[in-house]
Structures are given as C-alpha cells and as structure tokens.
C-alpha cells in the first residue's frame, strides 16, 4: 500500500493570503495524484487531478504541482469559501488519501 | 448533471449485515468503474471498493476483503455494496463515487449514507 503523508495538518491563513500544503507518497505514484476539498457536511469535491490539471469548473487560484513522491497544492489568494479540509489522493495504484490539511482563518 | 445517490444506511450490531445502494444518472452508466469510499466519523478519507463498467472485475480493500461485496445492475444504472460481519469499526460514511475512464481519481460523489455499527 501507497502511504500518503500530509502537511501541515493544520494551516492557520489570513484571508487573501497565501496557502501552500504538501503531500509526500511513500513510493513514486509518477503524476497520478489528486486533490479534493471538503467542507463540513459535504461530499468531497475534485479540485486537482494528474498533479496540475484543474477539474472543471474550479477557479485559477488552485494550482497543482510535483511529480514522483512530492506534491503540493497552492491556493493563491485565500477567499472566505476555501477553509476547509484538503485531501491528496494517489491513483498509480490501488487509491490511497493523505490524512488531510485543515485550513483555517488566521 | 452527473447525480449519485447512496440510501441503504442506517444502525447494526455487530455481526449484523447490511446492504447499501446508490443510484446513478447524468452519464452513461456502464462506461465507468464505480467506487465505495469511507470516512469513519471525524476521519479521513479510505477506499473501500470497486467494480469495472462492465461488473466483470472487482477489487477491495485488505480491511473489508472477505466480508464485503460490490456489485452493479448496469440496467438500473445501480451500484451496490453487501456488507456482512459487519465490525464497530465499519462504522463510517459510504459514498459512491465515479472514476474517470481507467483512472482512479472520483470526479463525482454521491452525499454518503451512514454506517453506525453499534451494540
């Protein structure tokens, strides 16, 4: 089994301020990585697919980057609707999640 | 619009059984592998299962292998999950989740049903 390892496990991030949260896989899963947001009382939601592609209909202030065992999602400029907690998820073998970051206001 | 939609849920002792359900449509059904996920309360996210499009292969998790069973009724546009021996720490929120095309990552969740396996 794939170990995904998340950090921080709790970012504290003022309003329009940047976020920046890291996934580590335990072997190379190459590109196939994922990153979901989920709000409390929600389904999780696609944000990231293939380390850097934005699923549909997410906004340019989401990006992806890594390859190999290292990623991370950055959150350009935080809005209010973007606390939550985020998952990476690795697809190169059978699905494995990090243990998720929690955003909050700073 | 791409919905899913788990019913089935609800409260078991241990041991018990239950069968939970999820209801697709907004895609073409039978093209797509399916999947079960949970998220035990409070938790994290863990893969449960899944099917191919056209039933013919399943997979499962070391936790749930042996006592869990997927299945999907491509002409209901259905998918299933059998649970049985159910353990305290079964209890969680299943969601049914749909996969791209050869690859694992869920571009759609249904809103989850619970689990609460309970004496």
């Known amino acids: 089994e794939i170990v995904m390892t998340q950090s921080p496990a709790t970012l504290s991030v003022s309003p329009g301020e940047r976020a920046t949260l890291s996934c580590r896989a335990s072997q190379s899963v190459s590109s196939n990585l994922a990153w979901y947001q989920q709000k409390p009382g929600q389904a999780p939601r696609l944000l990231i697919y293939g380390a850097s592609t934005r699923a549909t209909g997410i906004p340019a202030r989401f990006s992806g980057s890594g390859s190999g065992t290292e990623f991370t999602l950055t959150i350009s400029s935080l809005q209010s609707e973007d606390f939550a907690v985020y998952y990476c998820?690795?697809?190169?073998?059978?699905?494995?999640f990090g243990q998720g970051t929690k955003v909050e206001i700073k | 619009e791409v919905q899913l939609v788990e019913s089935g849920g609800g409260v078991v002792q241990p041991g018990g059984s239950l069968r939970l359900s999820c209801a697709a449509s907004g895609f073409t059904f039978d093209d797509y592998a399916m999947h079960w996920v949970r998220q035990a309360p409070g938790k994290g996210l863990e893969w449960v299962s899944l099917?191919?499009?056209?039933?013919?292969?399943?997979y499962y998790a070391d936790s749930v292998k042996g006592r869990f069973t997927i299945s999907r009724d491509n002409s209901k546009n259905s998918l299933y999950l059998q649970m049985n021996s159910l353990r305290t720490e079964d209890t969680a929120l299943y969601y049914c989740a749909k996969a791209e095309i050869d690859l694992y990552y869920f571009d759609y969740w249904g809103q989850g049903t619970l689990v609460t396996v309970s004496s």
């Open positions: 099917i191919s499009g056209d039933g013919g292969s399943t």
């Open positions: 998820q690795q697809y190169n073998n059978w699905p494995t």
